[in-house]
């Protein structure tokens, strides 16, 4: 049984910092790596950010240069750390991973947490 657990959503103002933490149970990290997508009103589910087996990271234009996104294999964790944030980033955010072979949509998501931001 694989599970994954977001946290560290909440309510700031543009320009503030959030870390989104994401557990993982029943699962070790895969061959697909790990990815953080989000989605807001009237938007198709975005990705965000991925992190290969390997370390390589990609970030989707929008949040270039301004999120980082990690991995803590001991700890079992995915991070997403998000910095100097945008109204526009008000969305709900998952964490996501797959099993081989990967597909273009993840198929193991979390159910997760909402980030909120404010002008």
């Avoid at 994954?4 to 910092?17: D, F, I, P």
């Avoid at 995915?78 to 109204?87: A, C, P, R, V």
């Avoid at 273009?104 to 979390?110: A, K, L, M, N, Y």
């Amino acid at each position: 049984q694989v599970q994954l657990v977001e946290s560290g959503g909440g309510s700031v103002q543009a320009g503030g910092s959030l870390k989104l933490s994401c557990k993982i149970s029943g699962y070790r990290f895969s061959s697909c790596g790990m990815a953080w997508w989000r989605q807001s009103p009237g938007k198709e589910r975005e990705l965000v950010s991925h992190i290969s087996a390997d370390g390589t990271t990609r970030y989707s234009d929008s949040v270039k240069g301004r999120f980082t996104i990690s991995h803590d294999d001991a700890q079992k964790t995915l991070y997403l750390e998000m910095n100097n944030l945008k109204t526009e980033d008000t969305a709900e955010y998952y964490c996501a991973t797959d099993r081989p072979p990967c597909a273009d949509i993840p198929t193991i998501w979390g159910r997760g947490t909402r980030v909120s931001v404010s002008s």
